[in-house]
């Protein structure tokens, strides 16, 4: 009996054990399972991570001297377009680049990609990079598809609105207005390259951008400031604006300081907001260079580090503008350019006697129109201190 019993307790025990290493190897496979779950999400957690560390990588560098990433210059567009590398191939030998818009700030000397031809003769000098905020890019732009844009000239405004009672009667406001023209003119120039010169990618490209295109725009600039309006000439501000200097109130014993603040608040009285002042560099030294009793700048001094800047009013200064002139007011109040086409780059190998002489001709143009729709917004002249007036209160 006692045999039986033990028998039985073994079996049992067998089968326990039996129960116990089934389930254990069930254990194993579901861990085995669970294991290599976590390695597959793991391998891929560590792709992701491998991938992302790529992309900061490469967008670090894109941006190590401060070039936005993906932001391509006009010269870069050109050099790796399709119609540049046919020409070098042989399989054209002229072709047509259109940029969306006028050029920019986007304009640098910089290529970060590598040359189709490595480089042999140097990067071009001369004329430095334009990376400053020129006069066109505070000035609206509107598209056109005409060659002649007519426009509304205001010569007057007289702001009668107010607050009325129920059922009295509104007062009427005087807007004098006349039918004016503005002409779409075209400001273009070329040069001519060896063939070799053009195969040297970032040479062309720094070539475009320091010559052609900047050469564009560094003349628009000079037009929209003192253009005469005589086609093809654009219609400058300096020969369109008033000198509201007088009517400001500045007279003998004011300083030039005085003169920009006087000049704004007419301007701001009229119900404008001036938002730029434009002077020559020499004019923007004179004010640099103005002290007090004490000796101390005015301005800041040298130590001073914030944009240029009178009465909170951003100053820009330009060669163009002739030494001795000021343009104060606001341009987007005041002005329009209307653009027919932005600027173009086209290449040839075909001009003149460029096949026997193995030479290719670069040519680059823009077309525009500038309009002065409503002067009073804008003040232009003399930058000086009446010297026969009588002295201001």
Request: glycine content about 8%; aromatic content about 6%.
């Given at each position: ?19 116990i ?13 669970i ?26 560098h ?40 006028a ?31 020129k ?40 807007f ?6 503005c ?25 475009i951008m ?59 009285t ?99 129109g ?18 026969s007036?009588?002295s201001?209160?």
């Amino acid at each position: 009996m006692e045999e039986n019993n033990t028998n039985e307790l073994l079996s049992a025990i067998k089968e326990f054990g039996e129960k116990i290493t089934a389930v254990e190897t069930d254990v194993k496979a579901s861990r085995a399972a669970i294991d290599e779950k976590i390695k597959s999400l793991s391998d891929e957690q560590a792709k992701a991570a491998k991938d992302l560390n790529e992309v900061l990588q490469k967008a670090h560098h894109e941006n190590a001297a401060g070039t936005p990433a993906q932001v391509k210059t006009a010269g870069q567009t050109f050099i790796e377009s399709a119609g540049y590398k046919s020409m070098l191939s042989g399989e054209q030998k002229s072709f047509r680049l259109a940029f969306k818009d006028a050029i920019g700030s986007q304009a640098s000397n910089s290529v970060s990609h590598g040359s189709i031809v490595p480089p042999a003769q140097g990067k071009f000098v001369g004329i430095p990079d334009d990376t400053g905020t020129k006069i066109q890019d505070l000035i609206p732009t509107v598209q056109t598809a005409s060659n002649m844009v007519e426009y509304l000239k205001s010569s007057s405004v007289t702001n009668n609105a107010a607050f009325v009672a129920e059922a009295a009667p509104k007062p009427e406001s005087a807007f004098t207005f006349s039918l004016a023209n503005c002409k779409i003119e075209t400001v273009a120039h070329w040069v001519r390259l060896t063939r070799q010169a053009y195969e040297d990618a970032p040479l062309v490209a720094s070539y475009i951008m320091n010559k052609l295109l900047v050469g564009l725009r560094k003349t628009i600039e000079a037009q929209i400031l003192n253009g005469d309006g005589t086609s093809p000439n654009l219609p400058g501000l300096l020969t369109t604006v008033s000198d509201n200097a007088t009517a400001a109130g500045v007279a003998k014993g004011d300083t030039l300081i005085d003169f920009v603040l006087k000049v704004k608040n007419h301007i701001e009285t009229l119900n404008y907001t001036p938002n730029i002042l434009v002077l020559n560099p020499a004019q923007w030294t004179t004010l640099s260079l103005m002290k007090n009793t004490l000796g101390e700048y005015l301005l800041g001094g040298p130590a001073m580090v914030a944009g240029k800047s009178v009465w909170g009013l951003p100053v820009l200064t330009s060669g163009a503008l002739p030494a001795g002139k000021y343009i104060l007011g606001s341009l987007q109040e005041g002005c329009t350019i209307y653009q027919r086409m932005g600027a173009e780059m086209m290449a040839s190998f075909d001009d003149a006697s460029n096949f026997t002489t193995n030479l290719v001709t670069l040519r680059a143009e823009e077309r525009l129109g500038f309009a002065v729709e409503d002067p009073n917004a804008l003040s232009a002249g003399d930058f000086s201190i009446p010297t026969s007036a009588s002295s201001s209160s």
